[in-house]
């Protein structure tokens, strides 16, 4: 841990030398960027809403699937009659805020690019895009397997019951899962932008493999709806799979392997 640490402060000590802008002028810059964000939003939700019952279709087809399967009623009940209205107002908004996110992220990027040395400033197409590609990865890999065969495995062991889904849980467990996927996937990215700064090496994450094996199995049986340790493993192996990748990106972006290959290549 005090390793990490020191690392984090020798890489923003080392910003600290760049020419930069004052606190308030900082400020203004953040505030502009965050209004901005705002609008992005908005308009993300504005686009989502028109299309709020597509939306509920797709999203509503996982369940229909099991409950059709298992010769179930597909129609999920409210309890209310705000109930349908509250649903679309959420999945609008969840649906925006993917809509608007690499506009967001560009807006955190022109915020923070000025404290980025200029061979750092080449990655902000590759880091977008790899962004905005690993999270719908995981929401696919959620929604077209992960998620529809869990309900299967629970309808089929709950035969014996008749269920009444209430359409604002079902949508609740509907986002936990498919935006805990989409979350979890952007492993790479966090593990990038940490090397990318010298707080964490490609040694570091090797030693740890262990400790991390146990983390990405707690962080599946949370995400993980159903308790059998089938799905759960289902949910942890992408992700086991991503740290392994994240190890290469690591190396790849790390400052002393960077000068490696540099000292190789003189």
């Known amino acids: 841990m005090d390793d990490i640490l020191d690392r984090a402060r020798s890489a923003v000590s080392q910003r600290a030398e760049l020419p930069g802008m004052s606190?308030?002028?900082?400020?203004?810059?953040?505030?502009?960027r965050l209004i901005h964000s705002a609008i992005y939003l908005i308009i993300g939700f504005v686009v989502a809403w028109i299309f709020h019952e597509k939306i509920y279709q797709l999203m509503q087809a996982p369940i229909t699937y099991a409950l059709a399967k298992h010769n179930l009623p597909t129609q999920l009940i409210i309890h209310n009659p705000v109930d349908?209205?509250?649903?679309?107002?959420?999945?609008?908004?969840?649906?925006?805020?993917?809509?608007?996110?690499?506009?967001?992220?560009?807006?955190?990027?022109?915020?923070?690019?000025?404290?980025?040395?200029?061979?750092?400033?080449?990655?902000?197409t590759?880091?977008?895009?790899?962004?905005?590609?690993?999270?719908?990865?995981?929401?696919?890999?959620?929604?077209?397997?992960?998620?529809?065969?869990?309900?299967?495995?629970?309808?089929?062991?709950?035969?014996?019951?008749?269920?009444?889904?209430?359409?604002n849980e079902y949508t609740d467990l509907f986002l936990t899962v498919i935006l805990?996927?989409?979350?979890?996937?952007?492993?790479?990215?966090?593990?990038?932008?940490?090397?990318?700064?010298?707080?964490?090496?490609?040694?570091f994450l090797i030693k740890n493999l262990r400790f991390a094996v146990l983390i990405v199995f707690i962080i599946a049986a949370i995400i993980t709806p159903t308790p059998d340790p089938l799905t759960m493993c289902v949910f942890a192996t992408p992700l086991l799979f991503l740290y392994?990748?994240?190890?290469?990106?690591?190396?790849?972006?790390?400052?002393?392997?960077?000068?490696?290959r540099k000292e190789a290549k003189a």
């Not at 606190?23 to 502009?32: A, I, K, N, P, S």
């Not at 392994?244 to 490696?260: C, E, N, T, W």
């Open 84 to 124: 349908g209205f509250n649903m679309y107002l959420k999945i609008s908004f969840m649906a925006g805020c993917i809509l608007a996110s690499p506009f967001v992220l560009y807006q955190a990027w022109l915020f923070i690019s000025p404290g980025l040395y200029q061979n750092e400033k080449r990655y902000v």
């Open 244 to 260: 392994f990748i994240s190890i290469g990106v690591s190396y790849l972006v790390h400052p002393a392997s960077r000068r490696k």
């Open 180 to 203: 805990g996927l989409g979350i979890a996937f952007e492993l790479p990215i966090f593990v990038f932008f940490l090397s990318l700064f010298g707080i964490i090496s490609p040694r």
């Open 126 to 167: 590759p880091f977008m895009a790899a962004t905005v590609t690993l999270f719908l990865a995981g929401a696919f890999f959620g929604y077209k397997w992960v998620f529809p065969e869990s309900l299967d495995f629970l309808f089929g062991f709950s035969k014996q019951f008749r269920p009444l889904i209430e359409v």
């Open 23 to 32: 606190l308030l002028e900082h400020l203004e810059e953040l505030r502009r």
